[in-house]
């Protein structure tokens, strides 16, 4: 297990390495929906997305559907397996996420860099839709991610969180309950991780050697703020 002084040299480069990414940003960067969408699949994946190298890809990625809380529908393109590899890759989410939302398909990504956004499981078991998302995330290093690095929303069980390293994420205030879009004060942001306290449900994900830090010294002694549970609904 690394020493705080080990997690904090740690921290520095990354961050340092995050700065010097975000500071060659070329003016023209790809998005990451446009590699979604080159990708053929391969491997067993319908999406087989392998990122350049040292490479900048902006904005988020949706995939499988959206709760319409008008219709109580699920509304859009329907979820397919999908598998990103990283490569080094900088993936700067502009405030946005990568969702893999309400579907029984995967995400596999690992081995990249996430600036500002979340990656966000997102499933919901009950008598009208019995929809959960597995997948992973390993060796991804997450700076300043915009209310949570990682989310597990509605799943668990078949989710692995191995090796990743989170700082600093950024409190932006309550989050939402996915069946109505109605922020919740009992749905807070700010935590590195957050995962579902509803583990009879959804199951227990593997956790595995994850690094969390905040260079504030506050949020830093704040054990909330590197790993939550919450309910989905608030």
Known sequence: MPSPCDLRRLAAAQLLLAAVGTAAMPVAALTLREAYEAAGPGSGYDKYVVLEPGTVYTGGLLIGPVLSPLTWELEGEAGVDVRIVGNGAILDL???????????????????????????????QNTSFQVQPTGSVRHVTFYEPDGYGIRLQGTGGGVLLERNLLVDTRDTGRDCIHINGIPHEWLPTGANVCLSVQTGTYGTPTVRENWSFHGDPGANADPLRHFLLLCEYG
């Open 94 to 124: 502009e405030g946005e996420q990568i969702c893999i939302s309400y579907c029984n398909q995967r995400l596999d990504i690992d081995d990249c860099i996430v600036l500002h956004g979340t990656i966000r499981f997102r499933g919901m």
